[in-house]
C-alpha cells in the first residue's frame, strides 16, 4: 500500500466480512479518527516502559496488540452507549444516566437490571398504597403527615433535609390532597441531578459521581433492590463476602425481617462505593407504605458536593441511628471473610465488614 495511511474500516450495520481497507483521504469521521488517535495513544502510554512500536517506527501496520487493544476499546464504546440508552429508557426519574470507563476495558455488567423501586421476592407482600392522607392547603405550616405520625416536618423551604439521622421521614402519599409541588414530597420525585457511573482508578470497580454541584443536606437518590427475608440475606452474604462485594442493606427500622438486596436488581446506587468518611447520609422514609418494617432508603448530602466529585456512603451506617447495610451477624462464630476497604480515607476502617 505504499506509504499512504489505510484504516480497516467496519462499517455500521455490516458484518466483519465486509470490512475495507480505505485510505485516509477517503474517511469523513473526524470524531472517530480522533477516539482512534487517542486510544492508540492511551495504549502506547500503558506500555511505554516496553518496546512499543508505534506506526512510525513500522511502516507497514500497528503492531498486533495495539490494532487488537483499539477494536476492543471501540466494542467497548459501542457496549457502553448501549448500555447509558437502556439505563435512561428504564430510570423514572429527572436525572439523567451517563456511563464513562477511561480506566481499563470492562463493559457492562452482564448480571445487573435496572428497577425503578423495590422488587419483592417471592412471598413477600409490599403494600403501596396508603389509607389515609392530609387534607393540608399548606403541607409546611399545617398539621400534616408527619404529624400524625408524631415526628417533624423533615425539610425546609430550600427542600433540605432539617432533622437528624436516625429519624424517620414521613412523605405526603397518593391519598393526601396536596398537589405534586408539596413541599413535603422530595424522595418521591426521585433523582434530579446528572450521574455517572464511571470506573475508577483505584480498584473499586465502578463508581458514581454527580455531574453537577449538590447541595448540603440534599436528597440525592434512594437505595432500592430486591427485599428479601434476612434469613435469605445470611444465605446470600456468606456467598457475597467470599467474593468481596457488599450490597445487603438491613431494613432493620424497628425490626430485622427483611433486607434489600442489590446485587442483581437496583438502580445508580447499586455502584455507589463505600467510603468511611462518605458524603452521604441514609435516611429512613415513609410514603404510600407505612409499614415500619419496610422504609424506603433515601440518601442525603451531608456536605456541598461539587460536580465531579464521587458519591459515598458508610456501608456500615455508623451515626445514622436505625439503619444499618451490616446486614449479617458478625460474631466469630460466623467466621465471615473480611472485605479489605479501600476508600483511602484518613479514618479508614480496613474493612468493609
Not at 477516539?35 to 518496546?51: A, C, P, R, T
Not at 448501549?82 to 444516566?97: F, P, S
Not at 419483592?120 to 389515609?132: K, M, R
Amino acid at each position: 500500500m505504499g506509504d499512504m495511511e489505510y484504516y480497516l474500516v467496519k462499517w455500521k450495520g455490516w458484518p466483519d466480512s465486509t470490512n475495507t481497507w480505505e485510505p485516509l483521504q477517503n474517511l469523513k469521521c473526524p470524531l472517530l479518527l480522533q477516539q482512534f488517535s487517542n486510544d492508540k495513544h492511551n495504549y502506547l502510554s500503558q506500555v511505554k516502559k516496553g518496546k512499543a512500536v508505534t506506526l512510525k517506527e513500522n511502516h507497514r501496520a500497528l503492531k498486533p496488540a495495539v490494532a487488537e487493544y483499539i477494536v476492543k476499546k471501540a466494542k467497548q464504546r459501542i457496549a457502553l452507549q448501549r448500555w447509558q440508552d437502556e439505563l435512561n429508557r428504564r430510570k423514572t426519574h429527572k436525572g439523567m444516566i451517563f456511563v464513562e470507563n477511561t480506566v481499563d476495558l470492562e463493559g457492562p455488567p452482564s448480571d445487573f437490571y435496572y428497577i425503578n423501586e423495590y422488587k419483592p421476592a417471592p412471598g413477600i407482600s409490599l403494600v403501596n398504597e396508603a389509607t389515609f392522607g392530609c387534607s393540608c392547603t399548606d403541607c409546611f405550616f399545617e398539621k400534616c403527615c408527619p404529624a400524625e405520625a408524631g415526628v417533624l416536618l423533615a425539610y425546609n423551604k430550600n427542600q433540605q433535609i432539617k432533622i437528624p439521622p436516625g429519624t424517620p421521614i414521613y412523605e405526603c402519599n397518593s391519598r393526601c390532597q396536596c398537589g405534586p409541588d408539596c413541599p413535603n414530597r422530595i424522595v418521591q420525585k426521585g433523582t434530579q441531578y446528572s450521574l455517572c457511573i464511571f470506573r475508577t482508578s483505584n480498584g473499586c470497580g465502578w463508581g458514581v459521581k454527580t455531574l453537577v454541584k449538590i447541595k448540603r443536606m440534599s436528597f440525592v437518590m434512594e437505595y432500592v433492590g430486591e427485599v428479601i427475608t434476612s434469613e435469605e440475606a445470611e444465605r446470600r452474604g456468606q456467598l457475597y463476602d467470599n467474593k468481596g462485594i457488599t450490597y445487603l442493606f438491613d431494613l432493620d427500622y424497628e425490626s430485622d425481617e427483611f433486607t434489600v438486596d442489590a446485587a442483581r436488581y437496583g438502580n445508580v446506587s447499586h455502584f455507589v462505593n463505600h467510603s468511611c468518611d462518605p458524603n452521604l447520609q441514609v435516611f429512613n422514609v415513609f410514603i404510600d407504605n407505612l409499614d415500619t418494617r419496610l422504609p424506603r432508603i433515601a440518601l442525603f448530602s451531608t456536605r456541598t458536593i461539587n460536580a465531579g466529585e464521587e458519591l459515598t456512603f458508610d456501608y456500615q451506617m455508623k451515626g445514622s441511628g436505625d439503619v444499618s447495610s451490616d446486614s449479617i451477624d458478625h460474631s466469630p462464630a460466623k467466621k465471615r471473610a473480611r472485605t479489605v476497604c479501600k476508600c483511602g480515607a484518613v479514618t479508614c476502617r480496613g474493612y468493609l465488614n
